[in-house]
């Protein structure tokens, strides 16, 4: 007997790319699926989103967005829009700089968040990308969202 396999339909491919939200593009972000009831129901679980944001810590060539500054800006934006709770990870990252073309490596924070996908919560998760952009002169924020079932 074969086991019973069941996949999720293939969600938009821009809902499931990595965003730089830099300027304008943040501004597109479309409103992203949710999985279908049915499947999770097969699950025991309901449709959500998973939202992942890459910050990276750096300012300049260096370590610019102490451990206290990131505590201080998750305690003051992020947990007010997603009080029912959220997971950060500790990462390394690197990326390509735009305006110089070199690779720069830096620590970073893994933000994972699991929240219905309507277009205020979409909004909320915009108002912490540009945020954080602002308050510590980062170029981008990562930005990936997929649908997902989700029981607690």
Known sequence: MRPFL???PSPAP?????LLLTGPAAAQLAPA????PLVCEAYAAGPMIEAQ?????NIGNQLGVSDRDWADF?????TPRFPNGLTVTDASGHWRDAQ???LVREPSKILTLLA???PAT???IREIVEMYKERFHQQSVGLAIRPVCVSF
Do not use: C, I
């Not at 821009?14 to 990595?18: E, F, Y």
């Not at 944001?53 to 810590?57: H, K, S």
């Not at 998750?74 to 992020?78: A, I, K, N, P, T």
């Open 6 to 8: 069941h996949r999720l």
């Open 14 to 18: 821009a809902a499931l790319a990595l």
């Open 33 to 36: 699926r949710t999985a279908p």
């Open 53 to 57: 944001l890459f910050f990276g810590r």
């Open 74 to 78: 998750l305690d003051g934006e992020v």
């Open 100 to 102: 110089t073309g070199r």
């Open 116 to 118: 219905d996908g309507d």
């Open 122 to 124: 979409l909004g909320l």
